[in-house]
């Protein structure tokens, strides 16, 4: 049987668990690295009204603990589920019991609330409504029926990077124009299209009887993975004033991801695909940047 974490018995050990822990912690996190830090971190470093490079590595530490908030209290929701598909996780995998990760995932609110309050109230302000909306997607079960879950994922998506991009910006206390409105698209954008990330999961979520979109409606689900891709592509070209070669690319990309949920459907080929998603997703969080580069 795997050992759980203890505290250290001895000085000597200090270090080796100290490491188990910190592994632990970033296991917690492995797998929305690509869906989570890297799109949001592109997004806040595009949409910072006063872009402060140093504080890359500050924002997103502040966006990684908020992320493990969220994946330490989704994962103690439906242990079982990663049972099957995610056995590399810390529950499934023996790191950490369910008693110790549910100690863990409410003693990450405070500290969120406390990292946050170090920089500004209006980032503490993201901190609570992203811990908010967790408790709601997660112990109040809304996660489980898919319009709500999406509504649910576009919200926290928006308070995951207002408090990023005020925390990479020299004024945490002010959010432009230009990164409001940015905060809205890609929030509705994720709203309208994250339903990509299930049809990989599809087993897990049926066994524990999670309605998502390709379980309710498997056939028609694909088509809203390529519709929206094509639409947002096109909406976003317009809005961000994008040159012909960088719309070409962007549009080329929604068509080929779109392309593989349609034609590719095995959920080897779907785990793909969403690599392709969150390439889109990257891409189309970096264009207001290239809107204040060239345009403003």
Not at 25 to 44: E, N, Q
Not at 91 to 119: D, E, H, N, Q, T
Not at 188 to 211: E, N, P, S, V, W
Not at 235 to 261: N, V
Request: charge should be positive; include cysteine; proline fraction near 4%.
């Amino acid at each position: 049987m795997a050992k759980y974490l203890a505290l250290p018995t001895s000085f000597e050990h200090a270090f080796t668990t100290v490491g188990k822990w910190v592994y632990t912690l970033f296991l917690f996190t492995k797998s929305d690295i690509k869906t989570t830090i890297i799109p949001v971190s592109f997004f806040a470093l595009a949409a910072s009204p006063n872009l402060n490079f140093g504080s890359t590595p500050e924002a997103v530490i502040w966006l990684w603990i908020h992320l493990l908030q969220f994946n330490v209290s989704n994962q103690t929701m439906d242990p079982e589920e990663d049972e099957l598909n995610k056995r590399d996780r810390p529950l499934p995998s023996g790191r950490i019991s369910l008693k110790s990760a549910r100690a863990l995932r409410w003693a990450l609110v405070p500290l969120c609330f406390m990292v946050s309050i170090l920089y500004s109230l209006e980032v503490l302000y993201a901190s609570i409504a992203m811990v908010a909306s967790t408790i709601v997607y997660n112990e109040l079960g809304a996660h489980n029926q898919w319009l709500i879950r999406n509504l649910l994922n576009g919200f926290g998506v928006a308070s995951f990077e207002a408090g990023t991009t005020l925390v990479t910006s020299s004024n945490r206390h002010y959010l432009d124009s230009t990164a409001i409105i940015s905060i809205g698209l890609s929030s509705f954008l994720f709203a309208t299209t994250i339903q990509a990330q299930d049809f990989k999961d599809i087993d897990g979520d049926a066994m524990i009887g999670r309605k998502t979109l390709p379980i309710v409606y498997p056939k028609f689900a694909r088509y809203t993975v390529i519709v929206p891709l094509l639409l947002w592509s096109a909406s976003l070209w317009y809005i961000w004033k994008l040159d012909a070669f960088l719309a070409s690319a962007f549009l080329g990309l929604a068509a080929y991801t779109g392309y593989r949920y349609l034609a590719l459907t095995t959920v080897k080929q779907d785990r793909v695909s969403y690599y392709w998603y969150n390439l889109w997703l990257s891409m189309a969080n970096a264009l207001p940047g290239y809107y204040r580069y060239i345009h403003q």
